[in-house]
């Protein structure tokens, strides 16, 4: 299995991203997925997560209000729209499946994940 993030890239602070991630080899079907993160020297942290099929959303306190997590169940594509990015949203961004079908809401809610897509915040 193997998940592949993409559409990161540079933007101005205060520009949106929408990020997307697809598997192969595996479907989301049934399974909670999610986002998370890790910037430069920092430890691992998650931005948000998203039940089967779609119902429940968690967000991390920091994101809340400015990063939208939603699921394309038929083609199995998972989004994070990224609106009113600041320089600390610089990270490397990584997909990963959940344990079951709850929306994940810590790191230690995720089983698998792969390459990861870099999103660097300009201020």
């Known amino acids: 299995v193997q998940l592949q993030a993409s559409g990161g890239g540079l933007v101005q602070a205060g520009g949106s991203l929408k990020l997307s991630c697809e598997a192969s080899?595996?479907?989301?079907?049934?399974?909670?997925m999610g986002w998370f993160r890790r910037a430069p020297g920092k430890e691992r942290d998650i931005v948000a997560g998203?039940?089967?099929?779609?119902?429940?959303?968690y967000y991390t306190d920091s994101v809340k209000g400015r990063f939208t997590v939603s699921r394309d169940n038929v083609k199995d594509i998972l989004y994070p729209q990224m609106n009113m990015l600041k320089p600390e949203d610089t990270a490397v961004y990584y997909c990963?499946?959940?344990?079951?079908?709850?929306?994940?809401?810590?790191?230690?809610?995720?089983?698998?994940w792969g390459r990861g897509t870099q999103v660097t915040v300009s201020s």
């Open positions: 080899g595996r479907t989301f079907a049934h399974f909670g």
């Open positions: 990963a499946f959940g344990r079951s079908a709850w929306g994940p809401t810590s790191l230690s809610d995720f089983t698998s």
């Open positions: 998203i039940s089967w099929p779609g119902i429940r959303t």
